[in-house]
């Protein structure tokens, strides 16, 4: 079977740029909103949040990078230096300042106390290679300087989420990340700023895509897409219980680590939200948004596991429900057209994606009063052992090929090749260039060494 079919975006992107952090099109982008029925979509009684519309343009990842085995490389260190972040545009008449850093000193809310406070910033990190490029900046592999400690740096330009409006945004990644400590969801380390830039430093999770895989096998068995949406499904529930939701899920934003298990990335659209709320935004990427997004109702966390199901049925048949055509005709194929089951599937399988998949949200699995455990009891996964799972005691059956901590053979080398400098950056709007209360240190690092996931 060849390549799934991919939808053509209008706004091209990179395949690695959604990885750490979503790169969202021009906010003139909109998303038409209507009913089933072609009417105005009904009032709610329930509270509905308004917030401004964020369409990510369709970027699929499926083209991955060359197969190739990675040579434990001779490791070369980088160290970026202030003298490196000098603006070359300075239109407010700055020129020559640098990137100075404010205080990296973690703050005291934000760590336990302790007399050993870790002090972090730029200054901390040798700079390895360059792994990603999205809207705000770019994604670093770095080593923490006097360790073996390998990370991802997200590197984010604050005049853009300035220009963009997308500060909580920003803010809201930040703290969900905080809070997040799960064996499926990649990990916030380190946090902290410096005048012109934000810095996010999370583990670095170095097996690719899991849907890479999906394009080299044209679709998975259901034994193996069964351990990985289970991963997923632990994964999306914990962060309901805290009363996260993602509303980003898509092929782009799950990983695999070094041994293989699934790592959920990318909480920039994220959302802390309270029982009995929806949010009205406009958020996501058109294929795996859920219809109650596209009619404009408000949604909660239902709707990731439309998603869920989604990409459970791009697993299973090598693409999702409802592509072809241009965003408009997309949509409307979400909101009215039925599912369509391959007949190869099992009944369980039907089963299970007919209950995701369920277009009126308050029917959806997971929706109802048992929330998750809804789809965890589901007979399709009567195999999996939730317990051993999420001690990640079951291995998958597949495991990439990763040589060392360092390997970056399923990165593009387009970006492994590129040269280890920041881009530059104009002065931010006067009074915003301090985002209070960024600075973090994970409490883990003092009480223990995080374990490697690759």
Not at 140 to 168: C, P, W
Not at 281 to 306: F, N, R
Request: contains cysteine; aromatic residues 10%.
């Amino acid at each position: 079977m060849g390549p799934p079919d991919v939808v053509p975006s209008e706004h091209v992107e990179f395949d690695f740029s959604d990885v750490f952090g979503p790169s969202p099109t021009p906010t003139s982008t909109g998303v038409n909103v209507f009913a089933s029925d072609g009417s105005t979509p009904a009032a709610s009684d329930d509270i509905v949040y308004t917030e401004p519309a964020v369409i990510l343009a369709r970027s699929h990842s499926l083209v991955g990078p060359t197969a190739l085995v990675c040579q434990s490389p001779r490791l070369r260190k980088h160290i970026l230096h202030e003298a490196d972040l000098e603006l070359v545009e300075c239109p407010s008449g700055v020129e020559g300042e640098q990137d100075k850093p404010f205080s990296c000193v973690a703050e005291e809310h934000e760590v336990p106390s302790s007399e050993n406070v870790e002090r972090v910033g730029l200054e901390d990190f040798d700079f390895l290679k360059v792994v990603g490029q999205g809207a705000f900046g770019k994604v670093f592999q770095v080593m923490k300087k006097g360790t073996s400690e390998i990370y991802a740096m997200k590197v984010v330009r604050k005049d853009t989420i300035l220009e963009k409006n997308h500060s909580e945004y920003m803010k809201a990644e930040r703290d969900i990340l905080t809070k997040i400590d799960h064996p499926f969801i990649v990990q916030l380390r380190y946090s902290f700023q410096t005048k012109y830039r934000l810095y996010l430093v999370l583990d670095f999770v170095n097996g690719g895509h899991l849907f890479y895989q999906l394009y080299h096998q044209g679709l998975f068995r259901e034994d193996l897409a069964r351990i990985y949406t289970a991963e997923i499904v632990s994964a999306v529930s914990h962060l309901h219980a805290n009363g996260i939701m993602h509303r980003d899920l898509k092929p782009e934003n799950i990983l695999l680590d070094a041994d293989g298990h699934v790592m959920l990335t990318d909480f920039g659209l994220a959302k802390e939200f309270e029982e009995n709320t929806r949010s009205n935004s406009l958020c996501g990427t058109i294929e795996y948004m859920a219809p109650e997004i596209i009619q404009g109702k408000g949604h909660d966390k239902v709707a990731d596991w439309w998603s869920v199901g989604i990409l459970l049925f791009e697993m299973l048949t090598g693409k999702p429900p409802f592509i072809g055509g241009n965003r408009d005709k997309i949509q409307q194929k979400i909101v009215k057209d039925k599912l369509k089951l391959p007949a190869y599937l099992t009944s369980e399988a039907h089963s299970l994606l007919k209950g995701l998949l369920q277009k009126e949200a308050s029917k959806r699995l997971g929706g109802g009063p048992a929330g998750s455990n809804e789809i965890k009891n589901h007979k399709w996964f009567k195999l999996i052992n939730w317990r051993k799972l999420e001690a990640r005691e079951i291995q998958p059956s597949f495991k990439p090929n990763v040589a060392g901590k360092i390997c970056v053979a399923n990165f593009e080398e387009r970006w492994t090749s590129m040269p280890l400098t920041v881009s530059p950056v104009a002065s931010p709007v006067a009074g915003s260039g301090n985002f209070s209360g960024f600075t973090y240190v994970k409490p883990s690092v003092f009480l223990q060494k995080p374990s490697p996931l690759g």
